[in-house]
């Protein structure tokens, strides 16, 4: 069975740090690029960033560029989403997911950024 399971949040006051995990397995890991989303109270889900699967190349939302860095650990299968300088925005459910919005999805971890 394939899953996915995101760890690592928690309530962190404006400009602080958190870093989340999503572990994967199921699934042959260096096969898929993998990516973390957020979801905010009330709004639509979006993209925060992405990892390609076979030569790592990153992808940032322009809200998460400068801030946030996502990484890889194939020997773990798990993948990490560092964020720093955190703002009351970047509050949400942040899940990851490989194949797309028709893919599979972990069931989420909530970050409250407060001010």
């Known amino acids: 069975e ?39 109270p009330g709004k639509e889900r979006e993209a925060v960033s992405c990892i390609d699967a076979q030569i790592g190349r990153t992808f940032y939302a322009d809200s998460a560029k400068a801030r946030f860095a996502i990484s890889k650990d194939n020997a773990k299968n798990t993948v990490y989403l560092q964020m720093n300088n955190l703002k009351s925005e970047d509050t949400g459910v942040y899940s990851c997911n490989i194949g797309g919005p028709f893919g599979v999805w972990g069931q989420g971890t909530q970050v409250t950024v407060s001010s």
Not at 18 to 32: H, M, N, P, Q, V
């Open 2 to 40: 394939v899953q996915l399971v995101e760890s690592g949040g928690g309530l962190v006051q404006t400009g602080g740090s958190l870093r989340l995990s999503c572990a994967a397995s199921g699934f042959t890991f260096d096969d898929y690029s993998i990516g973390w989303f957020r979801q905010a």
